[in-house]
């Protein structure tokens, strides 16, 4: 498998850390040029630190992180701590994680690692809102069209939304970051709820992490109970969607999903709908296709190679 150089954007949070981890144990599919991290789910400074704690747990310090955005493009910030816990990790031990962050901002590294390498070499994946992307598509449009795979979690469409009626997260959480994204031409694979319910974090499956006797499998199995705890206690679901792991699954198994090209919008005026995503199949033309929208997810298939990566010394 040649290397992926690859950028991981997110705001850890409990499944962007598994995303992290699955990612950190993938040496031989990806040359992780950066963590960026975003303010989302909790602050911005906690989320950095955060990245900082699951690379030292996962001993790939030599991985920069770049602390990116602390607040939307527009809207006030809106966390998700009640999912994720107060530090953002559930009940992992929070401590100073001894590497520091890099010095400068996320979107200014995003601009420069993708502009500095051959067009199309970097990837990116983001769990978390756009922000820091939005910010380097406006400091460098050119961005746009040298990147190359880029993967996001965020939107719904048949699902419904996740943090209003209409609105997943990610997208509800910074509409105007993810406009300018979706109209930007990188042409993003995008896992919206449609697809990352389809990979559930059931009580067998987390029960097959915790057997896994290495660090990034005790911690993702830890990871993973709360997030069982937090969502049965929130939303009555005994099996929670594992989101933003689906994206780094993408990138190292495409095979395990199913996409077709849609033109994606997202509703940035109405306060009922803010972040809705309208998801569009009938293309008069594929070629005018703004994104790929995964429809369908195989969630053993996603289970069985987190399972065998963080299995992985
Ligand atoms: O809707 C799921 C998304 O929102 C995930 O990225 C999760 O981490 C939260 O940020
Ligand atoms: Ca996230």
Redesign the pocket.
């Known amino acids: 498998m040649t290397r992926a150089a690859l950028i991981i954007d997110?705001?850890?949070?409990?499944?962007?850390a598994v995303a992290l981890f699955l990612a950190f144990a993938s040496p031989d599919a990806f040359d992780i040029l950066a963590v960026t991290t975003v303010g989302?789910?909790v602050d911005a400074m906690s989320t950095a630190r955060n990245a900082r704690i699951v690379r030292q747990m996962a001993g790939r310090e030599e991985v920069p992180v770049f602390v990116g955005a602390a607040a939307p493009l527009v809207r006030p910030p809106i966390a998700?701590s009640h999912?994720?816990g107060e530090s953002g990790l559930g009940s992992l031990p929070i401590f100073e994680p001894a590497a520091p962050a890099a010095p400068g901002d996320a979107a200014s590294a995003i601009v420069e690692m993708v502009m500095s390498r051959a067009p199309g070499s970097v990837s990116l994946a983001v769990?978390?809102?756009m922000t820091n992307l939005a910010l380097a598509l406006r400091m460098q449009p050119a961005v746009a069209r040298r990147l190359g795979p880029v993967v996001a979690?965020?939107g719904a469409r048949s699902e419904g939304g996740?943090?209003t009626a209409s609105a997943?997260?990610?997208i509800h959480?910074d509409p105007h970051a993810a406009d300018i994204v979706f109209r930007s031409g990188c042409r993003p694979t995008v896992l919206g709820?449609d697809a990352?319910h389809q990979v559930r974090a059931t009580p067998e499956r987390v029960a097959a992490i915790a057997g896994i006797d290495t660090v990034p499998g005790r911690a993702v199995a830890s990871l993973l109970e709360f997030c069982a705890r937090t969502q049965e206690a929130l939303v009555g679901w005994d099996s929670p969607?594992l989101?933003?792991p689906c994206t780094i699954a993408w990138l190292l198994a495409p095979q395990l999903f199913e996409a077709a090209p849609v033109q994606l919008r997202v509703e940035t005026d109405s306060p009922l709908t803010m972040g809705h995503t309208a998801v569009e199949f009938r293309l008069p033309d594929p070629a005018k296709a703004t994104a790929q929208w995964v429809t369908k997810a195989n969630g053993d298939g996603v289970f069985a190679l987190l399972a065998d990566r963080l299995a992985r010394r």
């Open positions: 997110c705001d850890p949070g409990v499944d962007d989302g789910n998700a999912f994720h769990t978390g809102p979690m965020g996740n943090i997943e997260y990610n959480a709820l990352t969607p989101h933003d």
